[in-house]
């Protein structure tokens, strides 16, 4: 109750202030297309008074004192705005504004948005991306994919071209939430680990939360990424036509009703279309690659309808369907998942309220399946809904965020483990939460405390989960960050952990029958939990050198994991040992290590170097293992360099270097007779299965990795509004054999891809 009363106290805090002062706030878009313009500084000149805009263009000032004022806006690539605007006691002004792009590079501009925003924003494990981000580093046929820019990424750890995943700071994919306009998306990455399913041409800005997030996400342990797309195109109809050795993109965007200057209301929409074709070209462009050549291919589809009202606020309509197939890979499986989704989400700027109002609803579903030849098929469904309402208030540099979100979902699943027990299950699942974040600024301090309470329905359990983050501004080069929070799941993975090839990640819901005690301690909760632990210093070297260091540690506390020692069903031998009939079993872990982050941007020459050393562990109550994705060293360089007159000339390079990754050596094998007909099986005639003798788990370690890519653009301008780049790109330039796996049967060794040069255009019309 106690709790109760104090955020009500809040709230009337927040609120009193509005009626002697006045009240700026709005949207700042793109005078050529209607786009928001994101992050970007509104004040108002010779005070102290501003605001940032948001992913959607918002922006409030607040506590303006009554009298006349220039409203100032300053953004990288556009020209500056300035507008007399006057403020009565108690206003509430709603107002829109439109920025040109600049003709000319306005230098500096960047860096002191930059140094503005590291001050007042605690911003630690959090990489805010954006197109102009991705597509800074070397990329296939020139297509920039978010895919490849998350592998140089600080605390990411990727364990193959091939069927690889993503695994963040000591976190499984399973524990890694990705969001798309709020909707969460199952498995964002193609079975050929360098795409996504995301069209980076229609991205308007991704967060990477590498740990430590705020109260405003749940549902997941680890990490989360959280991708808004673009409207489109308020203004004129418009597109992109890309084609490389790989694929081929499409995306088409215009006004369904154009947008004025004079900030009419509006309607946009926004197509989206990938086709891979490197399953039927590879053998006759990579035939080096290997016997069987690159069996991988996909296609996905996006499309968003915006209407907007003409003071901001906006209901948008969008869907998605998704496919991957990997046929007879490495003649030793079929793989295939689909994907496909459907949701609205709003934003609504209430008249006479300093409230801010978001939120969404959606639908989606995704279905996998394997089909090995030397095992059985395995297949995993999961669908469901979720939906979320968002308020926020602004006050001065402070705010305070709450909100409530429902996710219901369904998940069937069915395997068959190395020693032929059968786990099956189909569980619906309901969740809960509620969340309140507050955003407080004091001298030279940054507090960011929350509280999120979830609760799993399926499992008749509550999740109190307080978040707390803050920075200290110790100076004006210098400054100190620090990061905490308890998390906790309920989805866990379907996964083996003897596959050396990840092709296969399907999902279930926590499920209710665990061991009742780990390691001679009583097991109270059926969830999954993790604490983590971060800080971190940011300090810029001078105008143009920034640096960044985290330490952070992520307890895993309780962790849920398929069973892969069980030999016999409970249900027939239930006085055995639970690690032998359990189809699930309880584990333990931790993830801790530091990573170093170095930025140079000046005049078109833009140098990153990343380094990350981490360490993973696993307890499964029995043994303390690490895990397959525990690398110890990892690190990028990139480069990019614009030159030319009109800077129509892009050069980019990267290089990564990473430590070998754990695996299990084979001992030896035999052929194993199974005795089906008991005595009465004649051993003389029976087909024998060949068996595999495995030494200690992830015992020994793989060689080092390392890569160098290097890519350069050429830049047409056509028209006004049309241009052609054309560009060439080498994958792993000097032909590096960076061992995949060994094949256990054959003794043939897999490598990852080899050398790959690739062409490819790009019209933009």
Partial sequence: ?????????????????????????????????????????????????????????????????????????????????????????????????????????IEGVDVTADRSEAKTETKTSVAKLTPTD??????????????????????????????????????????????????????????????????????????????????????????????????????????????????????????????????????????????????KMSESLYSYAGEYGLPFSYTDLYGKVSLNTSNGSKVNFFG???????????????????????????????GNSPVLIEGYVGYSRYESSMDEVTSYERTSVIDGFNLGVDFLYIKGKNNLEYGLEMNGYTTDFFFVNSVGRRIQQRENTTELGGYFRGKFIFDNWVIEPGMRVQYYASLSELSPEPRLAAKYNASDKLRLKFATGIYAQNLISAHNPRDVVSLFYGFLSGPDNLPSTFEGKEITSKLQHAQHAIVGAEY?????????????????????????????DEADFPDLPDNLVKDFIVEEGSAYGVDMTMKYDYKGLYLWAVYSHGYVTRNDGLDEYVP???????????????????????????WNLGSGFPFTQTQGAYGLITFEEGIDTDYTTT?????????????????????????????????????????????????????????????????QLPIMPSFGFSLTF
């Fill in 1 to 105: 109750m106690k709790e109760v009363f104090s955020t009500i106290f809040i709230l009337v805090l927040f609120i009193s202030g509005y009626a002697q002062k006045g009240t700026i706030r709005g949207f700042v878009y793109e005078e050529e297309t209607g786009e928001p313009v994101i992050f970007t500084n509104v004040y108002l000149k010779n005070t102290t008074l501003g605001s940032t805009t948001n992913d959607n263009g918002y922006f409030s000032i607040t506590d303006i004192p009554p009298g006349n004022y220039d409203l100032m806006i300053t953004a990288m690539g556009y020209e500056n705005l300035q507008e007399a605007v006057t403020v009565n006691p108690g206003d509430m002004q709603t107002r829109k504004f439109f920025v040109n792009t600049a003709s000319y590079e």
């Fill in 134 to 279: 991705i597509q800074r580093i070397p990329s296939v046929g020139g297509q920039a994919d978010i895919a490849q820019y998350m592998q140089v990424l600080p605390g990411v750890v990727f364990t193959g071209d091939q069927g690889g995943q993503l695994y963040i700071r000591g976190g499984a994919p399973i524990q890694n939430k990705v969001l798309l306009d709020g909707l969460t998306i199952y498995n964002p990455f193609h079975s050929i680990g360098l795409f996504s399913v995301f069209d980076t041409d229609i991205i308007r800005n991704a967060d990477v939360y590498t740990g430590g997030f705020g109260a405003e996400y749940g549902g997941r342990i680890s990490s989360i990424m959280d991708i808004t797309t673009r409207d489109g195109n308020k203004r004129r109809t418009g597109g992109k036509l890309s084609a490389n050795t790989f694929g081929a993109n499409l995306s088409l965007e215009g006004p369904l009703r154009k947008q004025t200057s004079e900030g009419n209301g509006s309607a946009s929409f926004i197509l989206s279309a990938k086709q891979s074709y490197l399953d």
């Fill in 320 to 350: 998605f369907n998704y496919t991957d197939r990997v046929d007879d890979y490495r003649a030793l499986s079929d793989f295939q998942w689909d994907a496909m989704g459907a949701g609205s989400s709003f934003v609504i700027i209430p």
């Fill in 540 to 568: 810029d070297v001078n105008s143009r050198i920034t640096t960044n260091l985290e330490v952070y540690y992520k307890n895993f506390s309780q962790l849920t994991a398929l069973n892969r020692n069980k030999i016999r």
């Fill in 628 to 654: 397959h994705f525990d690398r110890r060293h990892n690190l990028n360089l990139v480069m990019n360099y614009l030159f030319g007159e009109r800077k129509d000339w892009e050069f980019n390079a990267r």
């Fill in 687 to 751: 087909n024998e299965s060949f068996e595999i003798i495995y030494g200690e788990y992830n015992d020994a370690r793989l060689s080092y990795y390392h890569r160098l890519d290097l890519g350069l653009k050429k830049i047409f301008f056509l028209s006004e509004h049309s241009r052609l780049d054309v560009s060439l790109s080498v994958t792993n330039v000097y032909d590096r054999d960076n061992v995949f796996f060994v094949d256990r049967i054959t003794n043939e060794r897999v490598d």
